[in-house]
């Protein structure tokens, strides 16, 4: 049987149960007073499926209050399919895809899309590494910088956008849009992440040598002379989730407004992070997305929405 049979992917009602036993496992909790003892559900034929009213407010409210799916006139089921199809698919799916599978318009799927990786964009963490751990660090440049055209036979990546991503072996991925690649912008990334007590695997750009000497180990790898591996020193498993993300942006979003890169950045490393080799499988995936829908509500104002963004 396939997983989208699920009944909370067609039914309404059972989307709502679903969501909000993810939300709020414990029993409803009302988003403008925070009460949790005095909630009833409210019922008849005119009242709105999952409408609750808060007896210390005094006010209604549902799960969607205060999280990604407010204000939207998108089915709730409808939603949870997107949620599930962005989870499930490896290299990511194209608001013109969601669009023609869910029925959609094109401009809904693309808001809807940005909302969902709203929800996978992580909030507070711990230190990445530790004592005899493995780090990795290393950039990848894509697309171009908004506003900047590429001088005539011009070399470098000057006019490119820069992600810097951060690995520890066997574990997590964090990646950040950073205006250049310079010390300036990635040492405070480094200094905010990475437990010095590792040992850090990086190629040989210049700004890592003086980065490596607050470490315990520190080694790089010259790609420029063809070497790749080095006994346990290598960037390798950051390249096997560049090569993920490059195909997912060049082969199925084709195009990404520098204003945005950090929300396709969310959707990558949420994959990486949730994959199946630590025990993740899809279901659980868009289970784990749900998670972070609260307090993450995404204003179609916010998004910068322009006609060139929706083309993907």
């Known amino acids: 049987m396939s997983a989208l049979s699920a009944a909370h992917f067609h039914d309404e009602a059972a989307a709502y149960a679903w969501v909000e036993a993810h939300v709020w496992p414990n029993g409803p909790v009302c988003p403008k007073c925070g009460a949790g003892d005095r909630i009833g559900k409210m019922g008849g034929k005119s009242t709105r499926i999952g409408t609750y009213k808060c007896y210390a407010c005094r006010k209604p409210f549902t799960v969607k209050v205060n999280t990604i799916?407010?204000?939207?006139?998108?089915?709730?089921?409808?939603?949870l399919q997107a949620i599930y199809l962005m989870c499930s698919s490896k290299k990511g799916v194209s608001s013109n895809q969601l669009h023609r599978t869910l029925g959609v318009?094109?401009?809904?799927?693309?808001?809807?899309?940005?909302?969902?990786r709203e929800a996978m964009r992580s909030g507070g963490f711990t230190m990445m590494g530790g004592e005899g751990a493995i780090l990795e660090a290393d950039?990848?440049?894509?697309?171009?910088?908004d506003g900047v055209v590429k001088p005539k036979n011009a070399r470098g990546y000057a006019h490119k956008q820069v992600a810097l991503s951060l690995v520890e072996r066997g574990g997590?991925?964090?990646?950040?849009c950073i205006g250049k690649a310079d010390t300036a912008n990635i040492k405070p990334i480094i200094d905010a992440n990475l437990a010095k007590e590792s040992r850090l695997m990086t190629d040989q750009a210049g700004y890592y040598i003086a980065l490596g000497k607050e470490?315990?180990?520190?080694?790089s790898v010259d790609h420029s002379k063809e070497e790749w591996v080095r006994g346990d020193c290598?960037?390798?498993?950051?390249?096997?989730?560049f090569s993920i993300f490059k195909?997912?942006?060049?082969?199925?979003?084709?195009?990404?407004?520098?204003?945005?890169?950090?929300?396709?950045?969310?959707?990558?490393d949420f994959r990486y992070n949730n994959r199946i080799r630590l025990g993740v499988d899809d279901a659980a995936r868009a289970s784990k997305a749900i998670l972070g829908i609260k307090g993450k509500r995404l204003m179609y104002?916010?998004?910068?929405?322009?006609?060139?963004?929706?083309?993907?």
Do not use: P
Request: aromatic share 14%; charged share 25%.
């Open 139 to 145: 950039e990848t440049f894509i697309g171009k910088k």
């Open 172 to 176: 997590e991925v964090r990646s950040f």
């Open 105 to 116: 318009t094109l401009k809904t799927a693309w808001f809807m899309s940005h909302r969902i």
């Open 234 to 241: 290598y960037t390798n498993t950051l390249e096997g989730y």
């Open 301 to 312: 104002r916010d998004s910068s929405l322009d006609a060139e963004s929706v083309i993907n």
């Open 69 to 79: 799916f407010e204000d939207s006139h998108v089915a709730l089921h409808i939603w």
């Open 247 to 268: 195909r997912g942006m060049k082969g199925v979003y084709q195009h990404c407004a520098e204003r945005h890169l950090h929300r396709y950045l969310a959707e990558f």
């Open 215 to 219: 470490f315990a180990g520190h080694e």
